[in-house]
Antibody
Framework: EVQLVESGGGLVQPGGSLRLSCAAS????????MSWVRQAPGKGLEWVSA????????YYADSVKGRFTISRDNSKNTLYLQMNSLRAEDTAVYYC??????????????????WGQGTLVTVSS | DIQMTQSPSSLSASVGDRVTITCRAS??????LAWFQQKPGKAPKSLIY???SLQSGVPSKFSGSGSGTDFTLTISSLQPEDFATYYC?????????FGGGTKVEIK
């Protein structure tokens, strides 16, 4: 059974940093691309970033480019999102999502087959 | 960026009704379109990819169609567990974008 468990969320001040983790199990982690998708309170879904199975290719939404870094440790079956220079508008539940593909190319992008339960990030003073 | 517009934004329906939700892309996306279901406080659940292919384990009462810019999600016979918010997502190009959601409520 595929399981994705996010952690690392919490309350952080504007300008601060946070690192999210997503522990994966039930599949060969290194064989699949992964993404982060967020949802602000009461709002819709926003894709944040994607990484290929090997970690060699990454893509970012313009809203987080230069501030967030996606990475993965395939030996630990864990996906990460390092978030720096956080802003109030980054407040959201952050979901990790698995794609049924390994490689990432400019087109088409990834779609998702499994999602974690999410971790809440609140940016506020 | 490709804009995804869903309609309606909400609808009321009865158990047993056939429900259709529409998603329109601001430019052609071939069939690179997925649908998700989300219940309050829960993670999204993947329903359909490639516009019309059912994810493993998803019941056949869900169906998708369309290509290019216009797509539909149909629920053939609405059941109590189907009351939720539904989102479409394009993955033709980056940035990946989602529709604004359609909330399906009980009439």
């Amino acid at each position: 059974e595929v399981q994705l468990v996010e952690s690392g969320g919490g309350l952080v001040q504007p300008g601060g940093s946070l690192r999210l983790s997503c522990a994966a199990s039930g599949f060969t982690f290194s064989s699949y691309a992964m993404s982060w998708v967020r949802q602000a309170p009461g709002k819709g879904l926003e894709w944040v970033s994607a990484i290929s199975g090997s970690g060699g290719s990454t893509y970012y939404a313009d809203s987080v480019k230069g501030r967030f870094t996606i990475s993965r440790d395939n030996s630990k079956n864990t996906l990460y999102l390092q978030m720096n220079s956080l802003r109030a508008e980054d407040t959201a539940v952050y979901y990790c999502a698995k794609s049924p593909i390994q490689w990432l190319v400019p087109s088409p992008g990834p779609y998702f087959d499994y999602w974690g339960q999410g971790t809440l990030v609140t940016v506020s003073s | 960026d490709i804009q995804m517009t869903q309609s309606p934004s909400s609808l009321s329906a009865s158990v047993g009704d056939r429900v259709t939700i529409t998603c329109r892309a601001s430019q052609g996306i071939s069939n690179y379109l997925a649908w998700f279901q989300q219940k309050p406080g829960k993670a999204p659940k993947s329903l359909i990819y490639a516009a019309s292919s059912l994810q493993s384990g998803v019941p056949s009462k869900f169906s998708g169609s369309g290509s290019g810019t216009d797509f539909t999600l149909t629920i053939s016979s609405l059941q109590p567990e189907d009351f939720a918010t539904y989102y479409c997502q394009q993955y033709n190009s980056y940035p990946i974008t989602f529709g604004g959601g359609t909330k399906v409520e009980i009439k």
